[in-house]
């Protein structure tokens, strides 16, 4: 395990904390690889009845490493996210999401995947995939819209408009809005009322919850790989050379 991704285990919760606070969690290879073995280790052993995922410090995670994302782009452009969202999203046991400060691109996707989201009040939801030249991925194209509604998932995937904790609360997309110090206590709370429950009662039940969605699979492999293409793209390179540069980016001469 790195020390980028903290793992701890009591009384059946297992937690999983982004621990990049330098670089406002952002995801790297290495950090993916542990949270997947992490997730896969919690669904196999017994002992463990719920997970969370959460980010240590003021910021739940910025999303995929831009130096990771340029690397991808001029070299054999294999995605570290897809071993980790297919984890994610055929997860049997809970998974609670705790979010504090922002959650950039797959730091919102992922939260489709959780079975509870708590924000703090600080949490800001943002999705910036079309102006970095990119499209969405983790299967938020088909689950936003059916989460809140096709106009909001519009706003917040093509414009990539922000959204606030007390909006997202009012939107359906998180389920309880905390102070930023009661986020963990809260979450905790939860986590130990599932492992209190029957198991397999848990398990089924979440399993019939998500069986309205047999479309994920597929839409999160065609994401995945246009999100691929993308990242190859003149649109691309001229978004992640403005951010480096600190610039505006100019796309006027792309049609």
Known sequence: MTDTVLVTRDAGVMEIAFNRPEKKNALTRDMYATVVAALASADADPSVRVAILTGVGTT??????I???QARAAGPNTSAASPFLAQISTMQKPLIGAVNG??????????AHCDLVVAARSARFTMPFTSLGLVPEAGSSLLFPQMVGTQR???LLLLGESLDAETALEWGFV?????DDALMETARGLARRLATLPPQAVR??????????????PRIAEELALFRER???????????AFVQKRKPDFSRFG
């Open 231 to 241: 990242l190859s793209s003149p649109e691309a390179a001229e978004a992640f050379a």
């Open 60 to 65: 739940f995670t910025s999303g995929n490493d």
């Open 175 to 179: 389920y309880r809005v905390v102070d």
């Open 153 to 155: 998932a519009n706003a």
């Open 67 to 69: 130096g990771d994302f």
């Open 102 to 111: 922002a959650a950039i691109g797959v730091g919102t996707t992922m939260l």
């Open 204 to 217: 089924e039940t979440k399993k019939l919850i998500r069986h309205g969605q047999p479309d994920i699979g």
